[in-house]
């Protein structure tokens, strides 16, 4: 008995105190950290209150920043999820090269955000630039990165190439769980092609949508290395008055925050983050379960 | 008779709208591949011939081992340095997670007590903080703690794994306790009956039993590794003695303004060993994120 407790504290402990080292002494920093003064540089930090928290709302970078999160991360659901169904319907379907193309689609998540932002940076500045001043294309001359209203969308699009093969996984191992006796069984009875998809295969992939959501959403939400080299958070634009930066979301303003040396208030950014995430997956995955127990 | 046959073969095969399927299929695939096209293409010209004509076929396959020595001879940006590192990272990094999460989520799983329930609730929770909300304050108690035992943690291997172990423990030890909770506890048993000590019946019989899920655990947190950025820029600085791969993108991206013949080749580079890997581990790669995700 005394010998297996030993073995208890001594199999658990590595990993114990590297979390404690790591996460949860850092984490207790981070929240007291952010009512206060911490500039980085002194090692005095006075307490300040919540005087951090009431400045962000009229900093027009920051609410700037949490708006278009929130839209982006909107258009993300949306476009990724879309995408990933139609790729999985795709792969499960009597198509030749099925297993081909399933492992082609998912290529562009193995690769990191840093590089393939270089990769789309390249390609949305250079080539299609050159496509459009060739071939004299009038939508195409100007980047799509270099417009404020058009640089968030082409992130989304980067970022449903880069996800959309991930997701299309999930949806598929979804829809090889579900007995091909029910699809038979509708296709039989006459049932058309896109009916047989709403009414059977959708209903049952609920789960899927469950998993698929929340990790769109906090994925997008959290979005930075992608971000960073692909846009670092231009072209300038104007909100609330004050000169924004169009595409920095949520992520960059806190590094951007932090590397002027603000450090309390990029600390007091991320645990709005922290929250914000907390209520969005708490209510997103309560309400996926209850709709799933009444499918 | 055999006409029929062939006549009625043929007829399947040119269903217009498995064709019309086919060809979108095809034209959705080029889409997905065609910015690594770009990059493989591109790669192989010089700064000028890019900007003369992006889309074109390089002149010259030549220059794309030109272009890798020069990446590799750079005197600014140690490529091959940063290359070795981050494999070794990544190497030490998977091992200490495999070993220490699996021993740890054994014993949170064969002990029934008040603590292991908790210390297995911590792990999970701990899963939604944003590493936003902890990165700041860990560099700062990375350099306290570590100058208290004098040992350097910021900016060497050691440290950066260490980091990694508390960063990836709590989603594999999450893992491994889903699959060990299914492993009878019978075979444990007659081992204790036969007087096997405790420590070894992990290693000797549920150690080898863990293989299948080993993997999963691995690549998922193998592709997160290498590929990851802001870790590594905290912890190793962006231009201390150890570097990454990710990094030393970025700091040729940044030394080398809007030259992609070196930036482009950079990201060749930084993506071939994980592609080269998922060509020959494809089954298991996919097998893995699935399960990664789904759990």
Sequence with gaps: ???????????????VFAFIMII??????GLYYSVTDWNGVSNKVNFVGLRNFS????????????????????????????????????VTSKIKRRNFYRAGFFVPYLIGGI??????????????????????IKFLETSFLSLPHTVIWTMSVVNTWQ?????????????QSIPSSLMEAAN????????RVIHILLPMMANAFTISLFLTLTTSFKQFDMNLTLTNGGPATRFMDAPVKASQLLAMNIFNTATANRMAEAQAKAVVLFVALLVVSLIQVSVNKKKEVEM | MSDTVKL????????????????????????????????????????????????????????LLTNVSLIFNNPTVDYLGAFVDSILITVFSLLVIAVCSSMAAWVLVRNKTWWSTLLFMAFVSAMVIPFQVLMYPLVRWMRVSGSFINIRLLGTIPGIVFAYLGFGSPLSIFIFHGF???????????????????????????FPLLQPIIVTVLILNGIWIWNDYLLPLLVLGSNGRVQTIPIAVTAFAGAYLKQWDLILTSTLIAMLPIIVLYIFAQRYIIKGMVEGSIK
């Design chain 1, 1 to 15: 008995m005394k010998q297996s407790r030993a073995v208890n504290i001594l199999f658990v402990a590595p990993c």
């Design chain 1, 24 to 29: 949860i002494i850092p984490f207790f920093f």
């Design chain 1, 55 to 90: 400045n962000l709302a009229s900093s027009p970078d920051f609410v700037y920043s949490f708006l278009i999160t929130i839209g982006y991360t909107l258009i993300n659901i949306v476009l990724i999820n879309v995408v990933s169904f139609i790729l999985s319907l795709i």
């Design chain 1, 115 to 136: 590089v393939l932002g270089y990769i789309w940076q390249f390609i949305l500045n250079n080539i299609l630039v050159s496509v459009g001043t060739a071939y004299s």
């Design chain 1, 163 to 175: 996800y959309a093969g991930y997701i299309m996984l999930i949806f598929v191992a979804s829809i």
């Design chain 1, 188 to 195: 039989v009875d006459g049932a058309p092609y896109f009916s």
């Design chain 2, 8 to 63: 009625r073969k043929k007829n399947r095969t040119l269903k217009p709208e498995m064709l019309v399927l086919e060809i979108l299929t095809i034209l959705l695939f080029i889409l997905f591949m065609f910015p690594f096209f770009m990059v493989v293409l591109n790669s192989a010209k010089t700064s000028r011939e890019i900007i003369f004509n992006a889309i074109a076929l390089p002149s010259s396959w030549k220059q």
């Design chain 2, 180 to 206: 060990i909770k299914n492993i009878p506890l019978e075979i444990e048993e007659s081992a204790t009956i036969d007087g096997c000590p405790r420590g070894q019946i992990f290693f000797k019989i549920v």
